[in-house]
Protein backbone atom coordinates (compact mmCIF):
# COMPACT_ATOMS: atom_id res chain seq x y z
CA UNK A 1 0.00 0.00 0.00
CA UNK A 2 2.56 2.39 0.77
CA UNK A 3 4.57 1.62 -2.16
CA UNK A 4 1.46 2.56 -3.90
CA UNK A 5 0.56 5.70 -2.30
CA UNK A 6 4.58 6.86 -2.93
CA UNK A 7 3.96 6.18 -6.59
CA UNK A 8 1.02 8.91 -6.98
CA UNK A 9 2.11 10.98 -4.48
CA UNK A 10 5.42 11.46 -6.65
CA UNK A 11 3.61 11.57 -9.68
CA UNK A 12 1.03 14.35 -8.73
CA UNK A 13 3.83 16.32 -7.41
CA UNK A 14 5.35 15.65 -10.93
CA UNK A 15 2.63 16.77 -12.22
CA UNK A 16 2.27 19.95 -10.46
CA UNK A 17 5.75 20.93 -10.89
CA UNK A 18 4.83 21.31 -14.74
CA UNK A 19 1.57 22.55 -14.17
CA UNK A 20 1.85 25.50 -11.80
CA UNK A 21 4.74 27.16 -14.00
CA UNK A 22 2.61 26.53 -17.69
CA UNK A 23 -0.53 28.33 -15.66
CA UNK A 24 1.73 30.94 -14.48
CA UNK A 25 3.42 31.86 -17.67
CA UNK A 26 0.44 31.44 -19.57
CA UNK A 27 -0.78 34.44 -17.40
CA UNK A 28 2.00 36.67 -18.00
CA UNK A 29 5.64 35.75 -16.99
CA UNK A 30 7.55 33.39 -14.11
CA UNK A 31 11.01 34.35 -13.47
CA UNK A 32 12.83 32.41 -11.62
CA UNK A 33 16.42 33.51 -9.89
CA UNK A 34 19.10 31.58 -8.10
CA UNK A 35 17.31 28.57 -7.87
CA UNK A 36 20.76 26.61 -7.48
CA UNK A 37 21.59 27.98 -4.30
CA UNK A 38 18.91 25.32 -2.73
CA UNK A 39 21.31 22.45 -1.45
CA UNK A 40 20.43 19.35 -3.12
CA UNK A 41 21.17 16.59 -0.24
CA UNK A 42 20.73 17.12 3.34
CA UNK A 43 18.26 18.65 5.51
CA UNK A 44 17.23 22.01 4.47
CA UNK A 45 14.39 24.69 5.62
CA UNK A 46 12.98 27.00 3.00
CA UNK A 47 11.18 30.02 3.99
CA UNK A 48 9.14 32.14 2.02
CA UNK A 49 6.84 34.90 2.13
CA UNK A 50 3.05 34.10 1.82
CA UNK A 51 0.87 36.15 -0.30
CA UNK A 52 -1.53 34.22 -2.40
CA UNK A 53 -2.45 30.60 -2.31
CA UNK A 54 -0.53 29.64 -5.28
CA UNK A 55 2.61 30.55 -3.16
CA UNK A 56 3.52 27.19 -1.64
CA UNK A 57 2.85 25.28 -4.86
CA UNK A 58 4.45 27.25 -6.72
CA UNK A 59 7.88 27.63 -4.45
CA UNK A 60 7.81 23.50 -4.63
CA UNK A 61 6.87 23.60 -8.13
CA UNK A 62 10.58 25.81 -8.84
CA UNK A 63 12.82 24.47 -6.19
CA UNK A 64 15.48 21.90 -7.39
CA UNK A 65 14.41 19.32 -5.04
CA UNK A 66 10.93 17.94 -4.02
CA UNK A 67 9.76 20.11 -0.72
CA UNK A 68 7.64 19.04 2.56
CA UNK A 69 5.24 22.11 2.71
CA UNK A 70 3.55 22.78 5.84
CA UNK A 71 -0.25 23.53 5.90
CA UNK A 72 -3.05 24.32 8.36
CA UNK A 73 -4.84 21.89 9.71
CA UNK A 74 -8.30 22.71 8.31
CA UNK A 75 -6.98 21.71 4.58
CA UNK A 76 -6.56 18.54 5.80
CA UNK A 77 -9.73 17.74 7.12
CA UNK A 78 -11.72 19.54 4.22
CA UNK A 79 -13.33 16.54 1.43
CA UNK A 80 -11.06 16.00 -1.23
CA UNK A 81 -8.31 19.23 -0.63
CA UNK A 82 -7.60 17.17 2.51
CA UNK A 83 -6.58 13.94 0.28
CA UNK A 84 -4.71 16.48 -2.42
CA UNK A 85 -2.51 17.69 0.28
CA UNK A 86 -1.48 14.25 1.40
CA UNK A 87 -0.73 12.93 -1.59
CA UNK A 88 1.23 16.65 -1.98
CA UNK A 89 3.39 15.62 0.93
CA UNK A 90 2.74 18.17 3.12
CA UNK A 91 1.98 18.09 7.03
CA UNK A 92 -0.40 19.36 9.32
CA UNK A 93 0.00 22.60 12.22
CA UNK A 94 -2.57 23.88 14.20
CA UNK A 95 -1.44 27.36 13.55
CA UNK A 96 -1.16 29.90 16.56
CA UNK A 97 -1.45 27.46 19.17
CA UNK A 98 2.13 26.24 19.80
CA UNK A 99 1.71 23.09 18.00
CA UNK A 100 4.53 20.41 19.06
CA UNK A 101 3.41 17.59 16.87
CA UNK A 102 4.01 19.98 14.07
CA UNK A 103 7.32 21.22 15.36
CA UNK A 104 8.21 17.71 16.25
CA UNK A 105 7.50 16.39 12.52
CA UNK A 106 9.63 19.64 10.71
CA UNK A 107 12.18 18.42 12.77
CA UNK A 108 12.26 14.89 12.07
CA UNK A 109 12.34 15.88 8.28
CA UNK A 110 15.05 17.88 8.89
CA UNK A 111 17.11 15.19 10.47
CA UNK A 112 16.33 12.50 7.84
CA UNK A 113 17.71 14.90 5.77
CA UNK A 114 14.45 16.45 3.91
CA UNK A 115 13.56 19.68 2.82
CA UNK A 116 10.86 21.41 4.20
CA UNK A 117 9.27 24.92 3.18
CA UNK A 118 7.44 26.82 6.20
CA UNK A 119 5.77 30.64 5.83
CA UNK A 120 6.82 31.92 8.71
CA UNK A 121 4.28 34.98 8.60
CA UNK A 122 1.35 32.06 9.32
CA UNK A 123 -0.80 33.40 7.35
CA UNK A 124 -1.38 35.16 4.14
CA UNK A 125 -0.71 38.78 3.74
CA UNK A 126 -3.77 40.58 2.65
CA UNK A 127 -1.76 43.05 0.09
CA UNK A 128 1.77 41.12 -0.55
CA UNK A 129 3.72 43.22 2.09
CA UNK A 130 5.56 41.36 5.09
CA UNK A 131 4.01 41.33 8.13
CA UNK A 132 5.85 40.66 11.24
CA UNK A 133 6.93 36.81 11.53
CA UNK A 134 5.60 34.07 14.30
CA UNK A 135 8.47 31.96 15.88
CA UNK A 136 7.38 28.48 15.32
CA UNK A 137 9.19 28.43 12.14
CA UNK A 138 12.52 29.59 13.92
CA UNK A 139 11.89 27.37 16.69
CA UNK A 140 11.70 24.30 14.15
CA UNK A 141 14.73 25.36 12.37
CA UNK A 142 16.75 25.57 16.10
CA UNK A 143 15.48 21.88 16.66
CA UNK A 144 16.33 20.94 13.10
CA UNK A 145 19.41 22.55 12.89
CA UNK A 146 19.79 22.51 9.28
CA UNK A 147 20.22 25.37 6.61
CA UNK A 148 18.11 27.57 5.93
CA UNK A 149 17.54 28.65 2.63
CA UNK A 150 14.77 32.59 2.75
CA UNK A 151 12.38 32.98 -0.72
CA UNK A 152 10.68 35.97 -1.84
CA UNK A 153 8.05 35.62 -4.27
CA UNK A 154 6.41 38.62 -6.19
CA UNK A 155 3.54 39.43 -8.30
CA UNK A 156 0.87 36.80 -6.99
CA UNK A 157 -1.04 38.82 -4.98
CA UNK A 158 -3.45 39.22 -7.55
CA UNK A 159 -4.12 35.02 -7.28
CA UNK A 160 -7.40 34.91 -5.34
CA UNK A 161 -8.90 32.23 -6.83
CA UNK A 162 -9.42 29.92 -9.79
CA UNK A 163 -11.69 32.87 -11.24
CA UNK A 164 -8.49 35.18 -10.62
CA UNK A 165 -6.74 32.74 -12.65
CA UNK A 166 -8.47 32.51 -15.39
CA UNK A 167 -9.11 36.38 -15.87
CA UNK A 168 -4.61 36.76 -15.49
CA UNK A 169 -4.42 33.88 -18.21
CA UNK A 170 -6.65 35.76 -20.81
CA UNK A 171 -5.40 38.80 -19.75
CA UNK A 172 -1.53 37.89 -19.36
CA UNK A 173 -1.47 40.62 -16.55
CA UNK A 174 0.53 38.29 -13.95
CA UNK A 175 4.59 39.23 -13.56
CA UNK A 176 5.56 36.47 -10.96
CA UNK A 177 9.29 35.90 -9.31
CA UNK A 178 10.35 33.81 -7.49
CA UNK A 179 14.01 34.85 -5.97
CA UNK A 180 16.13 31.80 -3.33
CA UNK A 181 18.78 33.58 -1.02
CA UNK A 182 22.01 32.31 0.13
CA UNK A 183 21.77 29.60 2.35
CA UNK A 184 22.48 30.32 6.04
CA UNK A 185 22.77 28.51 9.48
CA UNK A 186 21.40 29.95 12.90
CA UNK A 187 23.52 29.96 16.29
CA UNK A 188 22.91 26.80 17.99
CA UNK A 189 21.63 26.07 21.27
CA UNK A 190 18.05 25.45 23.02
CA UNK A 191 15.49 27.62 21.00
CA UNK A 192 14.67 29.85 24.38
CA UNK A 193 11.96 32.62 23.71
CA UNK A 194 14.40 35.17 23.08
CA UNK A 195 16.40 32.85 20.72
CA UNK A 196 13.13 31.97 18.72
CA UNK A 197 11.91 35.69 18.38
CA UNK A 198 15.42 37.12 17.30
CA UNK A 199 16.08 34.17 14.72
CA UNK A 200 12.19 34.79 13.62
CA UNK A 201 13.48 38.53 13.19
CA UNK A 202 16.83 37.75 11.51
CA UNK A 203 14.55 35.11 9.24
CA UNK A 204 11.78 37.65 7.65
CA UNK A 205 14.84 40.05 7.13
CA UNK A 206 16.38 37.90 4.81
CA UNK A 207 12.99 37.40 2.99
CA UNK A 208 12.89 41.14 3.06
CA UNK A 209 16.25 41.07 1.46
CA UNK A 210 14.99 39.54 -1.66
CA UNK A 211 12.09 41.61 -2.22
CA UNK A 212 11.59 45.44 -3.48
CA UNK A 213 11.47 47.97 -0.91
CA UNK A 214 7.66 48.37 -1.51
CA UNK A 215 6.99 44.89 -0.30
CA UNK A 216 9.20 44.71 2.70
CA UNK A 217 6.32 45.96 4.47
CA UNK A 218 6.90 45.45 8.78
CA UNK A 219 10.96 44.91 7.76
CA UNK A 220 10.72 47.81 5.51
CA UNK A 221 12.73 50.90 6.15
CA UNK A 222 12.73 52.44 9.62
CA UNK A 223 12.62 49.08 10.83
CA UNK A 224 16.44 48.52 10.98
CA UNK A 225 17.44 47.88 14.62
CA UNK A 226 14.10 47.07 15.66
CA UNK A 227 13.50 43.10 16.84
CA UNK A 228 9.82 42.69 14.58
CA UNK A 229 8.33 39.80 15.58
CA UNK A 230 4.44 38.96 16.47
CA UNK A 231 4.36 36.44 19.85
CA UNK A 232 0.79 35.53 18.39
CA UNK A 233 -1.51 36.55 15.33
CA UNK A 234 -4.80 38.11 17.28
CA UNK A 235 -7.09 37.89 14.23
CA UNK A 236 -6.60 35.67 11.06
CA UNK A 237 -6.45 37.40 7.53
CA UNK A 238 -9.02 35.40 5.77
CA UNK A 239 -7.53 32.46 3.99
Keep these: ?27 GSLRIDHAERVPLEGGVMIVANHAALVDPVLVCAVAPRRLRPIAKRELFETPLIGWTVWLYGAFPV ?8 ALRAGRNHLRAGRAVLVHPE ?3 SPDGRLIPGLPGSAVMALLGGAPIVPCAVTGTAPIKGPRSILRAVLGRRLSVRVDFGEPFMLDGGKPTADRAEAATDLIMRRIAELMPEEYRGAYGAGSEGQLVVARHRDGDHPE
Aim: proline share 3%.
Design 1 to 27: MKRIWDFWSAAFYGFSRWAIPFALRLG
Design 94 to 101: RRHSGDLG
Design 122 to 124: GTR
